[in-house]
């Protein structure tokens, strides 16, 4: 009789894990609140005060201030609105490239070209899986604006080098803070370590609101922008005579009222989600210490992780190859994932160049006289990360138990001893 799920064995779990749900009481009364007004949205793309939007876009725009310590925040309808919202605000566009990370959601690299700006990758670290500041400095030419530091899986990037480079190179930075609100550098909230950062509060994320974004500096100049950027900001540009001058192609991303107010109250327990996830990981930490080949989460000194994700690497030594490894665990009841994401330059925008119909814009034209490819192998570390050895589980996820990680952890162990079944 075989023992292993995936060979007809009899899995560690024996029923699905109830879904994740961090709605409560508070969340409801919220949006009854909104309900009960009637009024849905409050925003009017034109110069009159209705432009910055209604009570509770304002409310959580203020607590999001209060929180992070930061001067602006201009709520979105997500955070890839609000990465879009963020290149216009520092006026990054055709001709300019920016440095990014290809190891991200797609939605990172995908605000540069919707800008119709050039992304030019740098590698990851192995041990942080952020982007390298060693490679950020390979990247540098007279065409760079900025460089886009995402904060994975609820680490934080090397800042203290980044900041350096971008000090020297005078850059820009943008940092996607998707998945690591609460996270801290060297006691600083991430998310304003830049110019400008960006939370989003889609379903998966810890914060969520089903789908909604915050953009926040401490420059009035960039929030104003991203302000036009996110309410047909060439009406109010039209409408205002000193800002005839003003280059901004605006659109509509506006949070609603009831995706405000629900936001509003998930930052009130952002500690509590946090605190409870960190009670999680520590015990599934101490689980699978010490099994060789598993290389478990490091966290640099001056970072406090957040978890978004328990990330791992699973190396030779290990014994079992990722995917196969995978594959057993989600027989076992414990889906994890098979390399995160495809670095974002080996996928076919890139690898054809192909973004607005059958031009080769932005990577070709007056604008831009160079050539730029996208060749693989150009970051080995992500590329080895999504083809072999990365992994992670969302198994400590608030609400989930010490009773579903302990069950996590005897899957693991239960696969390893016997592995000859695989
Ligand atoms: C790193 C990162 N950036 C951006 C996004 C986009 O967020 P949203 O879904 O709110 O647009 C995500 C979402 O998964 C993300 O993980």
């Known amino acids: 009789m075989p023992h292993l799920a995936l060979r007809g064995g009899e899995p560690v779990l024996k029923k699905q894990l109830p879904p994740v749900i961090t709605i409560g009481q508070e969340e409801k009364d919220a949006a009854m609140r909104v309900l009960d007004r009637g009024v849905l949205s409050d925003f009017v ?57 290809p190891y991200t ?59 350096e480079i971008a000090r020297e190179e005078n850059l820009k930075i943008i940092e996607d803070n998707a998945q690591s609100p609460l996270a801290r550098y060297r006691g600083k909230l991430a998310g304003n370590l830049g110019d400008v950062g960006v939370f989003s509060f889609n379903v998966h994320k810890i914060m969520q609101c089903g789908e909604g974004g915050v953009l926040v500096t401490d420059n009035q100049e960039y929030a104003f922008r991203a302000q036009l950027a996110r309410n047909h900001g060439e009406v109010y540009v039209d409408q205002s005579p000193e800002l005839a001058n003003t280059v901004i192609l605006g659109s509509n991303y506006r949070m609603s009222e009831i995706h405000a107010a629900i936001a509003y109250e998930q930052l009130q327990k952002l500690e ?38 328990y990330p791992m690497r699973i190396l030779e030594s290990f014994g079992i190859k990722r995917d196969v490894f995978v594959d057993a665990m989600a027989a076992e009841g414990f ?43 150009l970051c080995p570390v992500a590329e080895r990360m999504y083809e072999s050895e990365f992994t992670f589980t969302m198994i400590c996820q608030y609400p989930r138990t010490i009773a579903d990680v302990d069950l996590f952890v005897t899957a693991v162990h239960k696969i390893l001893e016997y592995k000859n079944e695989l």
């Open 45 to 101: 793309g034109a110069r009159i005060d209705k432009f910055l939007g209604g009570v509770e876009v304002k409310r959580l725009e203020e607590a999001m201030c209060a929180f992070f310590g930061v001067r602006h925040a201009v709520s979105t309808n997500s955070a890839t609105t609000a990465l879009h919202a963020a290149l216009v605000a520092l006026e990054i566009g055709p001709g300019d490239e920016v440095i990014v990370t």
């Open 105 to 163: 959601m797609s939605a990172t690299v995908a605000a540069i070209l919707m800008n119709g700006a050039i992304p030019v990758f740098a590698d990851i670290d192995e041990r942080t899986f952020c982007i390298d500041p060693w490679s950020i400095r390979q990247c540098i030419s007279d065409r760079t604006k900025a460089i886009m530091v995402v904060n994975l899986f609820g680490g934080v990037a090397d800042f203290e080098a980044i900041r």
């Open 272 to 309: 509590l989600f946090t605190k409870k996830k960190l009670e999680l990981i520590d015990h599934l930490s101490r689980g699978l210490k010490g099994i060789p080949g598993l290389v478990l989460p490091y966290v640099p000194s001056d970072v406090e992780h957040v978890f978004y994700v």
């Open 335 to 377: 889906p994890m994932s098979k390399g995160y994401t495809k670095p974002f330059y080996l996928m076919p925008i890139l690898q054809n160049r192909r973004v607005f119909n059958t031009t080769h814009f932005p990577f070709e034209g007056s604008h831009y006289n160079k050539k730029i490819t996208y060749l693989k192998g």
